[in-house]
Each structure stands twice: as structure tokens, then as C-alpha cells.
């Protein structure tokens, strides 16, 4: 059986030969440098972006008796023993303030960043049968990590909403939040720009050194004690040297800032140019470090 052949010529004026009737849909052209991010493939491979963002979402769950409803069940688990150990026994926790919505301010965006760290750390490793298969651009994974937490996230300070609510409407805290609150959606681009490159950074190594794999688990669990979530930050004692290692955190306005915003504390907003600039740097790093690893990834893996 022969197959017949055309060979004509592009507008460019380049000869080329290929089957009657066949295009062709891929195009191999060289490696782009790093600072290339080609949002134009991504958004080609939108759909497949949405559908791991669905996998995400609906694989963490499946075949649980109590389903989707962890996703509530696990910030509020944990706001009430906080709530309980550290705000009712220890008094760690701001007083004029119920300690569950103190805890829950904290522990939402807290969970936030560490599962987007956790799982973009480990994208590469985790989707390795699915990208040494077929091509797609490689920063969908992260991508669909991110998105399906952000999914999550939402859920999770929704519920924080309806507990401040009931408080206020019960007439045991009157809720009342400030202008501040406008500024959550700013807060939750810095947290997201935060946790995704330090994701990125931390996959690209993994990739060469597989000790990080589990390091990484113990790193962000360590992180938590070294940001004002168990406690707020003005409970620590000025010009200490605990004070500047808290205050060294990137992590540390930003979750002071969710307090701020969500409860109407405190809030030195100036603060929040210190995680712009570390997470504006992580980025930068972190795409450098996976876009050189991706071309070599699968004889790695």
C-alpha cells in the first residue's frame, strides 16, 4: 500500500512534503529560554488545566464516608483544638476576640500554603507517568495544584464567614470588619505567589535530589511554629531575638494580615512590601530552576 505526496510551499517560501489531506498539530521548534513562559500554549491546554484541577479536587476524597465535607472538617478541626489548647489554657490568643475566629483567621491561610507547597513540591514526581507520555506544558500540574487549593481555600474562609456570622447574629462577638477587608484578595495573590514559587523551587530539586521529598513535609510543618499562627505576633516580646526570626518569616505579615483583615486587629500594612519582594524572587528562581529541569526530566525520572 503507497501513499501519495504533495510537496508545495509555505508563504514563507519553505518547500515541504507531507501527506494529502494530514496536519499537522505539533511543532517542535528549540528550547526557549526560562523568562519565555508561552501563556499562550498554556491557555491552548486550558482544558486540560481544568480537568487535573477537577482530578484534584475530586480524587483527594473519593470512596470517604464523609466526602467533600473534609474540606471543612479539617480547618475547623483544627481551629478548635487550637482554639481550646493555645486560646482557652494557654492565653496565647488576642483577647476581645472569640479564640475560634482568631485561630480560623489563621489556620485557613496557613493550610492554604503549606498543601500548595507540599504538592507542587512533589508535581513532577507524582505526574511523572502522565509527562513522559505526551506532551503538554509543564507548568500545568503546578498550575492545577494551585487551582484546586484556591478552590479549597475559598470553601474554607466561606466557612469562616458563616461562624463570624452566627457569632454576631448570637450576640456574643459583634463582628464588624473594616475597610481593611478589602484588601483580602491582595493578600491572598501574595500567599499564592508565596506558596507557588516556593512549590516550584522545591520540585525542580526534588527531581535531582529525592532527600527533599522527605525533608519537605517536616520543613513546612516547622515553618508553622515559626509564623504567628498559635500565636499573634504581638505577643512576642520587641527587639528579642524570637522576634526577629518570626518577623524574618515572608509568611509572617501575610498571616497577620488575614487577622487584620478578616477580625479588624492590628495590622502594619507597610509590612506586606517584605513578602511582595521574597515572593516576586521565589517566582523568578522557581521558573528558572523548572523550566531548566523539564528539559531533561524524564531521562531523570
Not at 244 to 253: D, I, S
Request: proline share 6%.
Amino acid at each position: 500500500m503507497t501513499e501519495t505526496h504533495d510537496i508545495g510551499t509555505t508563504p514563507a517560501g519553505t518547500v515541504w512534503e507531507g501527506a494529502v489531506g494530514r496536519t499537522w498539530d505539533v511543532v517542535i521548534r528549540p528550547a526557549s529560554p526560562w523568562w519565555r513562559l508561552d501563556l499562550k500554549e498554556i491557555w491552548r491546554y486550558r482544558d486540560l488545566l481544568s480537568m487535573l484541577i477537577y482530578r484534584d479536587l475530586t480524587a483527594l476524597y473519593k470512596q470517604t464516608i464523609l466526602g467533600p465535607v473534609w474540606v471543612l472538617v479539617q480547618p475547623l478541626l483544627t481551629s478548635i483544638m487550637f482554639a481550646v489548647i493555645f486560646g482557652l489554657m494557654a492565653r496565647m490568643s488576642l483577647a476581645g476576640y472569640p479564640p475560634l475566629l482568631f485561630y480560623m483567621a489563621a489556620v485557613v491561610p496557613w493550610s492554604f500554603f503549606s498543601v500548595v507547597v507540599t504538592k507542587t513540591a512533589a508535581t513532577l514526581t507524582t505526574n511523572a507517568p502522565l509527562m513522559t507520555k505526551v506532551y503538554f506544558p509543564r507548568l500545568i500540574p503546578p498550575l492545577s495544584t494551585l487551582g484546586s487549593s484556591a478552590f479549597t481555600f475559598l470553601v474554607q474562609l466561606a466557612l469562616f464567614f458563616v461562624f463570624a456570622l452566627f457569632y454576631r447574629v448570637s450576640g456574643s462577638y459583634a463582628w464588624a470588619p473594616g475597610w481593611e477587608l478589602l484588601l483580602l484578595p491582595v493578600l491572598v495573590l501574595l500567599e499564592m505567589a508565596l506558596a507557588l514559587g516556593a512549590g516550584l523551587l522545591v520540585a525542580a530539586l526534588t527531581t535531582k535530589y529525592r532527600d527533599l521529598a522527605f525533608v519537605i513535609g517536616f520543613a513546612v510543618q516547622l515553618l508553622m511554629y515559626m509564623s504567628p499562627v498559635i500565636f499573634p505576633l504581638a505577643k512576642v516580646q520587641e527587639g528579642s531575638k524570637l522576634r526577629m526570626v518570626v518577623e524574618a518569616n515572608p509568611l509572617t505579615p501575610v498571616i497577620e494580615g488575614f487577622r487584620g483583615s478578616l477580625l479588624g486587629s492590628e495590622m502594619h500594612w507597610s509590612t506586606l512590601w517584605y513578602p511582595a519582594i521574597v515572593s516576586a524572587v521565589l517566582i523568578v528562581l522557581g521558573l528558572a530552576l523548572f523550566k531548566r529541569v523539564e528539559r531533561s526530566f524524564a531521562d531523570v525520572v
